[in-house]
């Protein structure tokens, strides 16, 4: 059974960092391109960050770039999220998704609120 389970998130204040992870099970991780999206309420959910199945190369959306950075340990079927100088603007909940192909796995996702 395929399961992407999401943890980390949290209420934090302005400028503060939470570290968001993403234990995959029931598929071949490593062969997995992951990403983390997110949706904050009453806009469309949105691409934050890629990584390529080997971790050799990433992406991030404009808004965050210099602040958060993705990563993944394959031993650990695991994928994470470090995000540093948060804004308020940063508040949604955070979705990991793994894709190879057309397979496509998503996570229930986890609440991020930044507010002081």
């Known amino acids: 059974q395929v399961q992407l389970v999401e943890s980390g998130g949290g209420l934090v204040q302005p400028g503060g960092s939470l570290r968001l992870s993403c234990a995959a099970s029931?598929?071949?991780?490593?062969?997995?391109?992951m990403s983390w999206y997110r949706q904050a309420p009453g806009k469309e959910r949105e691409l934050v960050a890629y990584?390529?199945?080997?971790?050799?190369?990433?992406n991030y959306a404009d808004s965050v770039k210099g602040r958060f950075t993705i990563s993944r340990d394959n031993a650990k079927n695991t994928v994470y999220l470090q995000m540093n100088s948060l804004k308020p603007e940063d508040t949604a909940v955070y979705y990991c998704?793994?894709?190879?192909?057309?397979?496509?796995?998503w996570g229930q996702g986890t609440q991020v609120t930044v507010s002081s």
């Open positions: 990584i390529t199945s080997a971790g050799g190369s990433t």
């Open positions: 029931g598929f071949r991780f490593s062969s997995y391109d």
């Open positions: 998704n793994a894709k190879s192909g057309i397979l496509r796995h």
